[in-house]
Structure formats: C-alpha cells, structure tokens
C-alpha cells in the first residue's frame, strides 16, 4: 500500500458509536466510489464494567465508561477518532407543537418561544433542536400547498439538558475520541433503516432497559413511546422463576429463546409473557396513532439486541396485523459476502451506529 492510499483512508474512515445501557456498539466505514465500506466493527457489554452480568443495564461513573470505551477501540482496532455519537432518547425530550404559518426563517424564534411552555427547565441549561415536519410529499397544485401551509405547521422539537451532552463529551475525550456531533438514537436508527418515501412504519427498538417505537412517516419522526421493559426484564424474570443465576438466565435465553421446544416449556412461557405486554403497548401506540392522523401503518420494523432472540420475528408476525420486517442495516455498507449471514442475524444491535456513522461520512464529503 503507498503511503498515499494510506493516508487517503485514514482521512476519510469515521466512526459510529453508540453507548447503549448494557452495551457499547460501534462501526467504522469509509467512504469509495460513492458507496460507505465496512471497516470494522465491535461491541461491549457494559453490565461487567459495574459488577453486572452480560446483557445487563447498568449506569456507570464516567471513569468506568472510559475505561469500556478505550477497551472497544482497542479490541475492535479502529484507526480513526473521527466519529458521530448517539444519545440515548432518555436523555431527551422530544415534543410535536403545531405553530402558525410563518416563513422558514421565523420558525426558529417562534420555536423557542413556543419551547418555553414545554421544557422544564431553562432554555439556556439545553440544547434546541427543531425540524418541521413535511405535510404531504405532494399536492394537486401550489394552491394547495399554499391553503396547507396556512393552516400552521407541525414542528418537532428537541431538547437535551446541556450537562447530559457536557458529560457525554468528557468521556469521548478522554477515551481519546473527537465527536463530530451528538444526535439522538431514533434519528441515528432512521437514517440506518428508512429511505424517504416509504410511507408510515414504526420502528420498534428493544434494547436491554426498555423498548422504544417510534412512528415514521415520510423518513419524519411523528411520534415515540418508550416501554419500561427491555430484554433484561425477560432475563431477570427468568431467573427468578427458575430459580437460576442472572448469567445462566442469560444464556437460556440467548441459547433457546422461544425455539426450546418441549423440554423448554417454562422459558417459552416466561419469554412470551413478556414478550406479550410489550406487544401490547406497541400494538395500543400503534392503533392510537392510526386513529388520531386516519393513517395506516404499513409496518413495523424490528431492531435492537432484543429482537435477535429466537423465534422473535414469529410471534411478532402473529401479535400484528401488519407487516414485520426485521433490522437489516448492513445492506447500507458494503462488506464482504461471505459476512452476509452474520450480518443478517445481528444487524438490529448495529442500526444505532451504522445510522450515526452513515451521517459523520457525509458530513466529511
Ligand atoms: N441472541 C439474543 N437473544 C436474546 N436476547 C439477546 C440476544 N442478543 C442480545 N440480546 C439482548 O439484547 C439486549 C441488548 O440489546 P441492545 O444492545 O440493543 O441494548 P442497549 O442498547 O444496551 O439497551 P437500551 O437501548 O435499552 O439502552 C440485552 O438485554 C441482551 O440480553
Ligand atoms: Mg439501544
């Protein structure tokens, strides 16, 4: 390799890096010929770090962080610290408000004014984002579009207290890293899994702590829920019934998941007990938002480290009456065929950091 193409692609290699509660996923890609490439990738559990199990939530001092954060660069040998990094969406609050027809360039001051009436907290103590949400992606003729737009617009807005973001930083660089910007995840796991255009989903993320969904319409978020019940409750619930270690839980469920058979009748039970409430609240969102805007959500897309368990996808093929369609986020990278597999079945732990990594790259450009 000349020393030229060397350095070409460590200049243009950037990182996506996600700290969820139990786990750290991250995901290098570089960008050629237009297309981004896999460079490598990693992942972490966290629980270890604070005297937890694996697969557990667990919320560590920042020096533990670091030392997590160091520890995956390192085993996942990544060449840059160029990266984009994820919020979690507890570290947020998201609301919808509706404002009057003014021009692009007001919408902003109207905005923070209107802001004021939502955020708990001083606007100086956070970070204000805002975007407005597209009414229709057509109209008849610009009459149309005109009388719409005079009926006021739809602004989503979101606020992070500027400590979270003050403590995030810190961490980043002390383990070494240079963050190109703070989102949070739901907009890293839209870019990740939509494309504009594809009409109402609902992504449905179950992570370790909780299960979020978030409806999207157009590639615009329309609304999030977060459910208290992550993969976690299933494990704790586990080894309580059974009366078995956390770790060995884990494994039971991560080994069999809903595909024990015979022999296994109590986890199934168990898991899908579980599995049922969150279904129910995803169901309950969904039918809520179909009512309120009279839109038919087309489908529901499965991802976060939850949804690998065995025989996910089949029970949420019968709990919805609607098409399910599980994470796939790796066909936005190029990597190498003989991955093809693997990627396929862990796809949903990586949408986060491929999402953040895929908006550093075109932000290099
Ligand atoms: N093969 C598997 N079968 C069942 N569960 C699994 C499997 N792999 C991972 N999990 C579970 O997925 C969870 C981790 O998922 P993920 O990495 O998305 O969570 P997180 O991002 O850390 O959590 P959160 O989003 O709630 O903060 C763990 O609870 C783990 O037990
Ligand atoms: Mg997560």
């Avoid at 594809?198 to 609304?223: N, P, Q, W």
């Avoid at 080994?255 to 309950?284: H, Q, R």
């Avoid at 839109?295 to 098409?323: M, P």
């Amino acid at each position: 390799m000349s020393f030229f193409s060397r350095f070409f692609k460590k200049e243009t290699s950037v990182l996506g890096i996600d700290i969820g509660s139990s786990a750290i996923k991250l995901v290098q890609i570089r960008k050629k010929r237009g297309r981004a490439v896999l460079q490598t990738y990693g992942e972490l559990a966290l629980g270890p770090y604070g005297g937890l199990e694996i697969g557990r939530s667990v919320a560590l001092p920042p020096e533990k962080l670091v030392e997590a954060l160091k520890d995956i660069l390192r085993e996942s040998k990544t060449t840059t610290v160029n990266c984009g990094t994820a919020l979690p969406l507890s570290a947020s609050l998201i609301t919808f408000i509706t404002i009057p027809p003014v021009p692009d360039k007001q919408v902003g001051d109207i905005v923070s004014i209107e802001a004021r009436k939502y955020i708990p907290v001083p606007l100086s103590e956070v970070l204000l984002d805002y975007s407005i949400i597209p009414k229709e992606e057509s109209y008849a003729s610009e009459d149309e579009k005109a009388k719409a737009e005079k009926l006021g617009r739809d602004v989503l807005v979101v606020a992070i207290h500027n400590d979270f973001i003050n403590q995030y930083q810190s961490v980043m660089m002390s383990g070494g890293l240079q963050p190109g910007f703070y989102e949070i995840e739901i907009f890293s796991s839209i870019r990740a899994l939509t494309d504009q255009g594809v009409g109402t989903s609902m992504i449905f993320d179950m992570g370790s702590r909780s299960t979020k969904l978030y409806i999207i319409e157009h590639g615009a978020l329309r609304s999030s829920h977060i459910v208290s019940k992550g993969s976690q409750d299933i494990t704790l619930a586990l080894s309580k019934a059974l009366s078995i270690t956390v770790a060995e839980a884990e494994s039971m469920k991560r080994n069999y998941g809903l595909k024990g058979g015979p022999e296994y009748k109590e986890l199934t039970e168990i898991i899908t007990v579980n599995l049922d409430y969150i279904f129910y609240e995803a169901n309950s969102a969904l039918l809520a938002y179909q009512k309120k805007y009279a839109k038919n959500v087309s489908r529901i897309i499965l991802t976060g480290g939850g949804v690998q368990l065995k025989g996910f996808t089949d029970l949420a093929k019968i709990s919805f009456q609607t098409e399910i369609k599980y994470a796939d986020p790796f066909t936005r990278l190029e990597a190498p065929a003989i991955l093809a597999d693997e990627f396929s079945h862990i796809g949903p732990e990586f949408t986060v950091a491929i999402g953040a990594a895929l908006r550093r790259l075109s932000e290099i450009e």
